[in-house]
């Protein structure tokens, strides 16, 4: 079977969670059904469809508006119940991010009292010098084009973390550490959120900064910017204010590392689901495993 996940050259450890899950759970996934295709963490519906048997643990909506998905597809569960709505499934299947499977998240933390950790989107990191933002901030950088493996060890030492990367915030919530989603860009995807929020009963509360850092803007992207922000396009969640219209300067630079300082300070609002609804969600999950195991003639292993 072949497994189906978004693969970046830099890395992107809720990206690559899919390559250590799967074989973990399923220790003969690649020997059966070679023409078959496991769909696992990410968003990941709504793209191109390859030919054969389309298997779905966890995938979720948000990039490529609503899916079609034809008599190839089985969906065991998806990511929250905004992407089964849009799939045209049963809501009971919106069950939670699959990530949460992964073995490696139940280490035991060790927290440094005060040290909150930053997890920048991947996308967002070529951007600015976010480690010396951070740092300047007080704040511990946490490089999400690491593997799962050293982002979780970096996550295990923090009291609280500010993340814009979605699985900086799963996999905190996953380990009992308090969070809070920070907005450091416009790409930021409301919808994929409180896709996942929705499964543990929470409510998107995001910090955001008052501009997106860029190292360097081109004329004709500046231009852009300033007509997306005067004529509105997109709408509200575009966050067109965001966009920036010239390269950073110090100023902006010390403006949102002062604001990191801030929102890191604010500890009220940060979160954690409640251990007994992650714990229903695991169950839930590990069912689903089951019963695609038995289905597809899989050892499974959880």
Known sequence: MKLRYCKLATGNFGDDVNVVLWPELFPDLEMRHPDAHLYGVGTLLGGSRPEGPKYVLGSGCGY?????????????????????????????????????????LRRTCAPVPGRVGLVPHHKSYDGADWDAIARDAGLVPIDPRQSPEAVTAA?????????????????????????????????????????????????????????ELQRALPQTKALGNRMARATGFGGREARNHLRPVRAATAADIAR??????????????????????????????RERCARFAQDCGLTFAG
Not at 77 to 90: L, S, Y
Not at 256 to 277: G, H, K, M, N, Q
């Open 256 to 285: 949102v590392t002062d604001e990191l300082r801030a929102f890191a300070a604010d500890a009220d609002r940060f979160v954690v689901s409640d251990p007994a609804r992650r714990a229903a969600q695991l169950s839930a999950m």
């Open 64 to 104: 490529r508006g609503r899916p079609a998905l034809d008599d190839s597809w089985k969906v065991y569960w998806v990511r929250g119940p905004r992407t089964a709505e849009r799939c045209g499934v049963d809501p009971a299947l919106g069950l939670g991010d699959g990530a949460v499977l992964w073995p490696g």
């Open 155 to 211: 996550l295990a030492g923090c009291e609280r973390v500010l993340t814009e990367s979605l699985h900086g915030a799963i996999f905190a919530d996953a380990l009992g550490i308090p969070w809070r989603a920070v907005v450091l860009a416009r790409r930021f995807n409301d919808f994929k959120w409180q896709d996942w929020l929705d499964t543990l009963g929470l409510t998107l509360d995001a910090a955001e900064v008052h501009v």
